[in-house]
């Protein structure tokens, strides 16, 4: 259960601030409703509480979750499927969406290695930027650092 203040992350949208919980009548039922704000967009959500789990709400990860993500970010010897692009771009969205950080450090990592050997497209380079920007606004309150720094460390595992 969040409370005003928390910070959590919602799939595919990012982290944000629940704002309020707040009591609606929707379809002829009163339920309550975490009203979050997402740091990235300033966009306002409501979830409803009761269902918060089955559509990946979660807590901000720890720091020892976070030190995963970049043991994930730093593994070089991954296989990439040879397939279509939109085929890829499928199967990396549907991780972004499912809210996991390691997921989206695994989406980032292949883009990364992918586009050593071949240019990405269009919608593969703006999955980077999205992928990337999920994990730095979330790995920055797990280490409470400047997001800055996260970006710095990211982008030093990718230019070596």
């Known amino acids: 259960m969040f409370k005003k203040g928390d910070m959590a992350v919602y799939p595919a949208h990012g982290v944000g601030e629940i704002q309020a919980v707040e009591m609606k009548k ?14 990235d967009t300033a966009m306002v959500v409501m979830i409803p509480c009761g269902s918060s789990e089955k559509v990946g709400l979660r807590a901000i990860v720890s720091s ?4 995963k993500v970049f043991d994930i970010l ?9 397939q279509p692009w939109n085929q890829r771009y499928r199967e990396y969205m549907e991780k972004i969406k499912s809210g ?3 997921e989206i450090a695994g989406v980032l ?17 703006k999955m980077v930027d999205t992928a990337k920007s ?14 800055e720094q996260i970006t710095e460390q990211i982008d030093n595992i990718f230019v070596a």
């Open 100 to 102: 996991s950080i390691f």
């Open 134 to 147: 999920l994990l730095v606004t979330e790995i920055s309150l797990a280490y409470q650092v400047k997001e």
């Open 26 to 39: 929707m379809a002829g039922l009163e339920q309550s409703f975490y009203v979050m704000k997402i740091m």
């Open 74 to 82: 730093k593994m070089e010897d991954v296989e990439i499927v040879q």
């Open 64 to 67: 020892a979750e976070a030190d």
């Open 109 to 125: 990592r292949d883009l990364f290695l992918l586009q050593h050997s071949k240019e990405l497209s269009f919608g593969e380079r």
